[in-house]
């Protein structure tokens, strides 16, 4: 029996509507239709932060998850040598605040004014036991989280700092949205470039001289230090390939 007969098919006495079988149909069926942040977001209240200030921070509780509304945030941590690591940045439709612990292990501040939704964690977990169509959200959103966190991985421990500031450009063009211009497309980014040097491992001269080489071969053009347009979108992917 196909899954759409399975789901209007009368209830027998061999599969209840609350048996393994009718709950998968539900599980696929219901979920399609639902975009992950949707679902999480139902049960959430929304904050605002202004620049540079703290929306949680290290060592923190972490009660929350937080789904980004409008501006951005980073997630960072300070080394023992005092240097700073940017482990991501968060846009508008992110997920951020994941931990396996009961405390955070990085702190997180907005880049620039930005509203959150914040989500108490006791809630979703608890209502995912019997909510399928929540558990399956939370399972995308934590399955898409692991693979962001594998291509920063890469980025750091492969690529040159040419490829990683390639890389940053095309994932800030797909995530930020980028607006058509006369030149190609034009990206505004909301970090500065001493975030960019921290998110990449790489220092702010590194960043710099390397945008401006991206220049000069016409890969980019930089009407100023928060806008990029991007010339030759195909020489930037032959350096993030």
């Known amino acids: 029996m196909s899954s759409t007969a399975a789901a209007v098919a009368p209830r027998s006495t061999a599969q209840s509507a609350t048996s393994p079988a009718a709950n998968s149909v539900r599980w696929s069926e219901d979920f399609e239709h639902r975009n992950p942040i949707d679902v999480i977001t139902t049960f959430g209240t929304a904050s605002a932060f202004d620049r540079n200030t703290e929306i949680f921070s290290e060592d ?3 009660d929350h998850l937080y789904v980004g509304v409008s501006g951005a945030g980073r ?4 080394l023992g040598d005092g240097r700073r690591q940017i482990e991501t940045f968060c846009l508008a439709g992110d997920v951020f605040g994941w931990e396996i612990g009961a405390a955070h292990r990085f702190s997180a501040e907005a880049v620039n004014d930005c509203k959150v ?3 108490k964690r006791t809630i979703l977990f608890g209502r995912a036991a019997d909510d399928a169509v929540l558990a399956h959200a939370l399972w995308a959103l934590t399955a898409a989280e692991l693979s962001r966190a594998q291509d920063h991985l890469l980025v750091l421990g492969r690529k040159t700092a040419q490829e990683r500031v390639a890389t940053f450009l095309l994932d800030m063009a797909r995530r930020a949205g980028s607006k058509g211009c006369a030149n190609g497309s034009e990206i505004t980014l909301p970090m500065s470039r001493q975030d960019i040097a ?3 491992g790489l220092t702010i001269e590194t960043v710099s001289r390397t945008l401006t080489h991206l220049e000069e071969v016409a890969a980019i053009a930089l009407p100023s230090s928060r806008r990029v347009v991007v010339s030759d979108r195909s020489a930037l992917k032959r350096l993030n390939s």
């Open 75 to 78: 997630v960072c941590t300070l």
């Open 60 to 62: 923190a509780p972490c």
């Open 198 to 200: 921290d998110y990449l």
């Open 117 to 119: 939704i914040r989500i």
